[in-house]
């Protein structure tokens, strides 16, 4: 089974959290505390790789060795990389308050949703026009890279139609460019710095959350270079993710029904539909994050609870770096379908390219 297909396979948490499942996240929250433990030498610091970093490398070195299935079953990676992940988000909230927000300013809102308009025109022209790919293909690649990675594509596929092929190819090939940008962001930051470049690490921050795919993977890329990084890479993220919804509204509405009516408008019961997907599809755990984020600005979480739930955040979103490390394998990558993998490299590219552009752009006018 290929990443792709194992992250379409429906959660196996619905036959019930038996036994060996709970084994099995014992022994992923096990890994992580080694990341955990290895992130925290000082040469971890000089080479300048974090715990998260660390934990989605040896979770890729793990995922190669045959027969891990045995002791990591994939209900407790669905588990880790999914309701972990967005718990791990959701306390995340407890490092922000509203003032850090309101320092970002209107081009830490503004910048993300330009590069997201801007991914998903271009990725659907790109991916029809240059790689002959059906519009729901490109759109799901695109959506991919746009907002917020494999989550979005599957959010995404049933508003355009797409078949569940479509949908794993799309999947693997926004996964794979996520992952490299985890070690590139920090690499550019120390580029830019040598190279006598004056960048704050909020702008670099807000950078880095308006151009990669995944939740966790924009945590592990600003963790590197500090606080005021990551949770601007954070907020920056949170734009994009909690775009999803209108965004699901506006595909539905504009992708062509079948039969002879595709060219009509869309009707009002086609437009409640898409709205119930669009409110079924929200991303509650951005909410969540944005709740705590607010009672920590109002001084609801006391003080000396702090590093407890930073403890167990680390934790939590370690163990899902791993869980992610463990499904990345390039040669079932590139097996997936050469078009889509190169429609999203020219958008990767056009990411870290593009959207460096676009941040010095927005920031230049809206200040």
């Given at each position: 089974?290929?990443?792709a297909?194992?992250?379409?396979?429906?959660s196996s948490m619905a036959?019930?959290?038996?036994?060996?499942?709970?084994?099995?996240?014992t022994v992923?929250?096990a890994?992580?505390g080694?990341a955990v433990?290895?992130?925290?030498m000082?040469w971890?610091?000089?080479?300048?790789?974090?715990?998260l970093?660390?934990?989605?490398l040896?979770g890729?070195?793990?995922?190669?060795?045959p027969?891990?299935?045995?002791?990591?079953?994939?209900?407790?990676i669905?588990?880790?990389?999914h309701?972990?992940?967005r718990a791990?988000?959701?306390?995340?909230?407890a490092r922000?308050t509203?003032?850090?927000?309101?320092?970002?300013?209107?081009s830490?809102?503004?910048?993300?949703?330009?590069?997201?308009a801007?991914?998903?025109l271009a990725?659907?022209?790109?991916?029809?026009?240059?790689?002959?790919?059906t519009?729901?293909?490109?759109?799901?690649v695109?959506?991919g890279?746009a907002?917020?990675?494999?989550?979005a594509?599957?959010a995404?596929?049933?508003?355009v139609?797409?078949s569940?092929r479509?949908?794993a190819v799309?999947i693997?090939?926004?996964?794979?460019?996520g992952?490299?940008?985890?070690?590139l962001?920090?690499?550019?930051?120390?580029l830019?710095?040598?190279a006598?470049g004056t960048?704050s690490?909020?702008?670099?921050?807000v950078?880095?959350?308006?151009t990669?795919?995944?939740v966790?993977?924009v945590?592990a890329?600003?963790?590197?270079?500090?606080?005021?990084?990551t949770?601007?890479?954070v907020?920056s993220?949170?734009v994009?993710?909690l775009?999803?919804?209108p965004?699901?509204?506006?595909?539905?509405c504009?992708?062509?029904?079948?039969g002879?009516?595709?060219?009509?408008a869309?009707?009002?019961?086609?437009?409640?539909?898409?709205a119930?997907?669009?409110w079924?599809?929200?991303?509650?755990?951005?909410v969540?994050?944005?709740?705590?984020?607010l009672?920590?600005?109002a001084?609801?979480?006391p003080?000396a609870?702090?590093a407890p739930?930073?403890?167990?955040?680390?934790a939590m979103l370690?163990?899902a770096?791993?869980?992610?490390?463990?499904?990345?394998?390039?040669?079932?990558l590139l097996?997936?379908g050469?078009?889509p993998?190169?429609?999203?490299a020219?958008l990767?590219?056009?990411?870290?390219?593009g959207?460096a552009?676009?941040n010095?752009?927005?920031?230049w006018l809206?200040g």
């Open positions: 089974m290929t990443i297909q194992k992250q379409l396979a429906p036959a019930g959290f038996d036994g060996r499942t709970l084994a099995s996240v992923l929250f890994c992580a080694v433990a290895l992130g925290a000082p971890a610091a000089h080479l300048g790789l974090s715990a970093t660390l934990a989605i040896l890729m070195a793990v995922g190669h060795v027969g891990h299935q045995r002791w990591l079953t994939p209900a407790a669905q588990f880790a990389r309701t972990l992940l791990g988000v959701i306390l995340y909230g922000l509203l003032a850090q927000i309101q320092d970002l300013g209107t830490g809102v503004a910048i993300p949703l330009v590069v997201l801007a991914t998903m990725g659907t022209w790109i991916g029809t026009r240059w790689f002959r790919l519009r729901s293909q490109a759109v799901l695109a959506a890279s907002v917020c990675g494999a989550a594509v599957l995404v596929a049933p508003a139609k797409a569940p479509e949908t799309a693997a090939s926004v996964v794979l460019f992952t490299v940008g985890i070690f962001y920090p690499w550019l930051y120390a830019v710095a040598h006598g960048v690490p909020e702008h670099f921050g950078y880095i959350g308006s990669m795919h995944e966790a993977q945590i890329a600003a963790r590197p270079l500090g606080d005021d990084a949770n601007a890479a907020v993220k949170m994009r993710v775009a999803l919804a965004l699901l509204v506006v595909l539905a504009t992708t062509p029904a079948e002879p009516a595709s060219a009509s869309p009707s009002e019961s086609a437009l409640r539909k898409a119930g997907h669009a079924k599809a929200m991303p509650w755990f951005a969540g994050l944005l709740i705590v984020t009672l920590n600005s001084g609801a979480i003080a609870w702090h739930i930073d403890a167990i955040d680390t370690a163990c770096m791993f869980a992610i490390g463990t499904q990345t394998h390039v040669p079932m097996k997936s050469v078009r993998l190169l429609c999203a020219v990767w590219i056009g990411l870290v390219g959207g552009l676009i010095v752009s927005v920031r809206v």
